[in-house]
């Protein structure tokens, strides 16, 4: 038995938006075995697994320091049987044997090929994998029939899985405010996703769009799209209504904006040399326009690269929720709503928060005010890297 001298070990909140998550931290070692688990587990549906081992992760990004034995593990929340086992055989032989193997899977490798390309999800990447299908290229030798989306996804397959760094961000950034700027004049373009929370760089670019005139917003998504359409700028795009984050267990979206089309899934084409480097000068002049698989659409070349952007377009009451739920990551998003329905009987979306006993919408108009709502501390965005 040990001293009751011992130092006190680190105490983790449970919920991942109680605490700060920075973007580097001192486990990786470990949080990447547990993540690779949790997107086997995704891959065969089994989202109540995927979550718990999303989150033994999470708090292991919290620790203020990097765990070398199974006692820094003591009093720490969410670390269920199964993490703790996949931990203690890390710490113990370096690797996880079934870490390992899942990583070696044909399963988990053809799955993580075939869901790689946008527009592919769980669904038909396990239907192709069990007809078997293993690459992306498999999709076009077998004639697969493909949505929009999905022949997009393989038409740029190369691009899209390449990082976007902050840089092209920041070009993309320039052009969707000539977009905005050329319909409607005083919007307000924010970056949001992975880029606000100080990544460095990411697998798309996520923009909100809001103005301060209540309504001034409305239409706005189509006359942006038309505008970049006509200059040549978009490869591909889908708007659709925000119908995430609602919750079944309370109205969180105010029904009067049920049927605004607000949100949009694109693919730009980035000129190269654009990036804002600000030596752009580009004395090359290949066009960029080399033969595809289809034989007649573009395909990027040595001057242009696709690049995946999301468009998110918000009423200017409803922007702290979007910037909120816009924001991330993804585990953060979900312990939120997680938090206030459980904890708080609330139900929160990127619209709204709404209080069940008191049976009314709390209004916000910052960020800072709806952690105040929820009874949560401030995180910054750069602390929200669950
Ligand atoms: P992503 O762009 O998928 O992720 P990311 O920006 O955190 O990371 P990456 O660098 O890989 O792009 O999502 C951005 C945030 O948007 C994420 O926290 C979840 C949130 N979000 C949606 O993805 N869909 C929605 O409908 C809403 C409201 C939010
Ligand atoms: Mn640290
Ligand atoms: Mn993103
Ligand atoms: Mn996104």
């Known amino acids: 038995p040990k001293p009751s001298a011992d130092p006190p070990a680190t105490t983790v909140k449970s919920y991942a938006c109680q605490r700060r998550t920075p973007l580097k931290h001192h486990n990786t070692f470990l949080t990447d075995a547990l993540e690779i688990l949790a997107e086997n587990a995704e891959f065969n549906e089994n989202e109540g697994r995927s979550v718990a ?7 292991l990004k919290a620790l203020p320091h990097v765990v070398r034995g199974m006692d820094d593990l003591k009093n720490l929340p969410c670390l269920g049987e199964h993490s703790v086992r996949v931990i203690k055989e890390i710490l113990e032989d370096g690797t996880s044997s079934e870490v390992e193997s899942t990583r070696q899977s044909e399963q988990y490798q053809a799955m993580k090929a075939l869901t790689g390309v946008f527009g592919v999800g769980v669904k038909s990447a396990d239907r192709w994998f069990r007809e078997g299908l293993r690459r992306p290229l498999d999709l076009i030798h077998t004639g697969q029939k493909l949505n929009l989306a999905q022949q997009a996804g393989v038409q740029y397959y190369n691009d ?3 990082p976007v760094t902050k840089r092209e961000a920041v070009a993309i950034s320039h052009i969707v405010e000539k977009a905005v700027n050329a319909v409607l004049s005083g919007a307000i373009i924010t970056l949001m996703g992975g880029f606000r929370r100080g990544k460095e760089v990411g697998h798309d670019v996520d923009f909100l769009i809001t103005h301060l005139e209540e309504g001034a917003e409305e239409g706005l998504m189509p006359k942006v799209l038309n505008w970049l359409e006509e200059q040549g700028l978009l490869l591909y795009q889908k ?66 690269r696709a690049v995946r952007v999301d468009l998110v377009v918000s009423p200017f009451s409803q922007f702290a929720f979007a910037t909120l739920g816009w924001t991330g990551s993804k585990l953060f998003e979900r312990e939120l709503r997680r938090w206030a329905g459980q904890e708080k009987g609330m139900s ?5 928060l709404y209080d069940s006993k008191q049976q009314r919408y709390l209004r916000a108009n910052s960020e800072e005010e709806i952690f105040a709502h929820l009874g949560l501390e401030y995180i910054p965005p750069s602390e929200r890297n669950a």
């Not at 804002?276 to 290949?286: H, K, P, V």
């Open 53 to 59: 081992f999303r989150r033994s992760a999470s708090v």
């Open 239 to 304: 708007t659709t209504r925000n119908s995430y984050l609602e919750s079944k267990d309370g109205p969180a979206r105010p029904p009067h904006n049920l049927d605004r089309f607000e949100r949009c899934f694109s693919i730009f084409k980035l000129e190269k040399g654009k990036e804002g480097s600000g030596t752009s000068l580009n004395t090359s002049y290949d066009s960029g326009t080399t033969e595809g698989i289809t034989g007649t659409t573009e395909q990027p070349g040595p001057s242009w």
């Open 348 to 352: 929160l979306s990127s619209h709204a």
């Open 160 to 162: 899209l899985n390449r």
